[in-house]
Structure formats: C-alpha cells, structure tokens
C-alpha cells in the first residue's frame, strides 16, 4: 500500500505538488518510487530555468529505465533538491519529503487540473 | 494477458512477488527484492537464476563434428568429452545469428546452448545448414529447465543445499550426474563474471532445486541484476553487443574466431576485418557526469557530430560511475578518445576505456 499523502496535488504521471503560498514543491509520489525501484539518478533543471505544465523538466532513473518527470505546474524554478544529486536513493525512503524542485507558480488555477488525494488514491487503484 | 512462454518455474517467481517482464519471448522474472540487492548478492555471496527460457538443442550423428564446426566460430576439435567452449553463429556476410555454448557430450555428440529470444531462428538457421551434412538436430528447449547458481559461494551452497559435489569441475567443464533417477547436466559456467554452475534438468527436477534453494534462503535473483552483471565485467548479449548487423571482430570477441580452423560460415569477412580492421568497434565509454547512456542513445565526435550508439549502459553498481559499451565508428575506437553521449536534450562528456569495468572472479 502506498503512502499519499492528504493536502497534496497529484498528476497522472504520479509527480505531487505542495503547495506553501506562492511556491510548489514537486517531487515524485511513494507509488511512483516504489514502481521505480532503486532511484540512481535524477536528471534536474537549474535554478531560473522556467517550467511549464505537462511539460518534462528532467528525469528519475532507476538502474533499468530512465522516466521522464512531468511538471504538473508553470513557473520558475527557485530550488533544486540538490541532496538528490548525491543521495538520488533519498528518494526511496521518503519520497514525499525529497521533493526535486520548487517552483515559483505563474498560474494557481492549473492546480485545479490536478487530482487531491482521494481522487490519487483511486487512480492507483488502493 | 500476453502469448508470452512461462517456464517452469513461472508460478513460483509470481508467488515470491517478482515483478514479471516479457523477455526473449518469455514471462520473466526482472526482480525480486531489487536489482541493486540481488547484484550485490551475485558478487559477494551467493544467488540463484531461473534461466529455463534459454534454448537446448542436441546435434548428433556421423558428421555432427564437422558440421557444428561448420556454423560456429570456435574450433570444437580442440575439445574432449566434458569440455564446454562459447563462440558463436555466423551469417555468410559475418553478422551474428547467436552465440552460444557448445557442450561436448560423447563423440559426434553436441549439446548447443542458445538464446531464448532467438530459438525459432536458430533451429530453423541450424537444420537449413544441416541438409548437406549427416546429422540429426533436435531441439529440446522445451524439455529442459535450467538453473543458474552464481557468486563466491556457488561451490559450497550445491553442495550444502542441492548435495552436489562440484568441486573436480574446472571452468568451462561440465558432468552428467544421476539425480535421483533423472539424467541432468552440471556446468561450471555462468553470465555474471563470478564463480558459479548452471544445472539443465527436467521441469520437474528444476523445481525440487529451486524449492530447496528458496527454503535455505538462497537470493533468488531477476533478468535485471544479470543484466547488470555481465554488462560490467564486458560480456555481450545478443540483441546489444551482437546482432545481424555486427561481427564478432567488431564486438572484440576475436578469441572466439578461429580464423586457422577449417572453412567455418562467416569465416571470409571475420578474416579480411581482422586484417584489414573492422569499419566499427564496441568500445567502453565512461561519462565525466552522473547522467546515464541508456541503450539507443546516440553517441557523438566533440563537434556533436553522431559516430554511433549506446549497446548498454548503466549507473553501474559495483563500479561507482555512469558507464556504456557503445558501437562506434572505428576512428572513434582508441582508448582516451573523448565523445560525448546524446541524453535527453543535453550532450554529456565520455571517455572510451575498455569495456570491461569489473574484473571476472573466475575459478580457473
């Protein structure tokens, strides 16, 4: 069973959003890691570098496959989880608090896009 | 669901709760309880594989010899009863059918090992050759289960757990043994670049075995960690390393061309490349930045310019460093050469060194 997480944004292609006033934190969910496996590597963008909803922004790999990240949100990123850059596994042992960017959001509205956890958790089918 | 294959052994992996994978035409499980875990069992201690989807077939008659001489690059003459040697098939113009293990069971008497994903095509290649030769060829792919018992303490756990004493088998050797009524094939061969022994036996004997290894806790380990495995120690699978489309003498494999042997298929272009140089070489390729060569991807000169692509690549796990086997234009091929690899939308910085990052562990 995986962990979600209630408050939180969820896409399809299971990134999260939290959101803390004008700033999303996003990251990938704990079914996300768990189907991943061992998470090796994280392919992130740069501080500055704009992100647009449905757009990729980088990529979680796993020592098989590499699964390009979805942004679920438009803005400019002003963090990258620079721990994950060293410690990529950080990932598999909480993957909701090693969120992989935060960006400063262009439109609040696109959240409505996404699902809140209720709606997540019938979407992985738990 | 799919029209995939199961092997024998299909029920037990689902029940363990392997993540299940199609693979050479085959159900298979890709791993248990992770690839880094079950990798790291194969190298330091002991894990055992179900590798019944590989293909058997059995070439005898007067002139098995001289025919299976006739399709594959070794020179199995140099062999005695008992000996194994790997080598491979060859199309007329070099490129690769297989390759495969040849087991030397009595005079004019062979036992090929093949790849799973390619058994059609093989038994079909073999009796079109076979024609002009005197010899029966069977293929008994679906009568066999196989095990494959890797790592350090391979010797030890068939002994303790399988109560099969393997210690008079040397490297590349194998013995038909009598286990409990069945007539079953023991090898001291793997693809992992560790110690180890694959096991040939009936579907029902392969499940007595692995039902035993489970019981003593034996890490059962998926296709993922073997691939893994024998990617960092530099051994080749068809499909990456070897295709139609490459030879053995580009994939560097030129040990197992036997050039001084009789006519042999292939053995024309394997020849004129070894002496002329092969237009394209497998090479090694290390990245100066964690990014990950995935297969396909394409690699490139420092003006970006493409001169070839990734075979294999991974984050490797006995080797800290992101790290490919790649086929490359053979100017590109000298060790140190610096290119650069195509991942996603950025172009990241190699090195060509060889591709053998671990080193083989071996009992010789």
């Known amino acids: 069973m ?58 979680v790999e796993s020592v098989k496959a590499a699964s390009d990240l979805v942004c679920p949100v438009s803005g400019t990123v002003v963090e990258v989880n620079e721990a994950l850059d060293d410690e990529p596994g950080l990932i598999n042992k909480d993957a909701f608090e090693n969120w992989i960017i935060k960006v400063e959001l262009s439109d609040k509205s696109e959240l409505e896009n996404l699902m809140d956890a209720a709606a997540y958790k019938a979407f992985i089918g738990e | 669901m799919s029209e995939n294959k199961f092997t024998c052994l299909h029920d037990k992996h689902v029940a363990l709760g392997a993540l299940m994978s199609p693979f050479g035409g085959f159900d298979m499980p890709i791993q248990y309880k992770g690839i880094v875990e079950e990798h790291n069992a194969v190298r330091n201690a002991v894990g ?16 098995a010899q001289k025919f299976v001489n006739y399709i594959f690059t070794n020179d199995i003459t140099k062999m005695e009863i008992g000996d194994i040697q790997y080598g491979m098939m060859l199309y007329p113009n070099g490129g ?68 099969l004493d393997c210690t008079d088998l040397t490297f590349y050797t194998f013995k038909c043994v009598d286990y409990n009524g069945d007539n079953i094939i023991v090898s001291r061969t793997g693809y992992t670049g560790e110690d180890g022994f694959e096991v040939y036996a009936s579907h029902k004997t ?56 009789e006519d042999f298929i292939g053995k024309d272009v394997c020849a004129q490349q070894k002496a002329e140089g092969a237009p394209k070489k497998l090479v090694g390729l290390e990245l100066h930045d964690k990014a990950i ?58 090195t060509v060194v060889k591709k053998k990052f671990h080193d083989k562990s071996y009992k010789k």
């Open chain 2, 48 to 63: 055992v594989f179900d590798v019944s989807h590989m293909g058997e077939v059995h070439v005898t008659g007067p002139e």
């Open chain 1, 2 to 59: 995986s962990k979600i997480i209630d408050g939180l944004y969820y896409s399809e292609s299971h990134e999260f959003v939290k959101v803390e006033g004008d700033f999303g934190y996003v990251g990938i969910t704990d079914y996300a890691q768990h189907e991943l496996g061992n998470v090796v590597y994280v392919d992130m963008p740069e501080v500055d570098d704009e992100v647009e909803a449905g757009e990729d922004f980088g990529a």
């Open chain 2, 206 to 261: 392969i499940q007595d075995m692995w039902d035993m290894l489970m019981d003593a806790g034996v890490q059962p380990c998926g296709l993922g960690c073997r691939d893994t495995l024998r990617f960092e120690v530099g051994l080749p699978l068809y499909g990456d390393e070897l295709t139609a489309d490459i030879t053995p003498i580009m994939a560097g494999f030129g040990f197992f061309v036997k050039l001084d042997k």
């Open chain 2, 293 to 350: 060569p995935r297969h396909g991807y394409e690699v490139c000169n420092e003006n970006e310019e493409p001169v070839g692509y990734v075979t294999t690549g991974y984050r490797g796990i006995s080797v800290d460093k992101s790290i490919a086997v790649a086929l490359v234009d053979a100017a590109y091929g000298k060790l140190g050469t610096p290119l650069k690899v195509h991942i996603r939308k950025k172009f990241f910085d190699a």
């Open chain 2, 96 to 163: 690769t059918v297989d390759d495969l293990l040849v087991y030397t069971m009595g005079e004019n008497d062979y036992f090929l090992v093949i790849n799973a994903a390619n058994i059609d095509k093989d038994v079909a290649w073999i009796n079109e050759q076979a024609a002009n030769f005197d010899v029966k060829v069977e293929n008994q792919s679906e009568s066999y289960g196989q095990i494959a018992v890797q790592g350090p303490e391979a010797e030890k756990t068939m002994k303790a757990v399988l109560n």
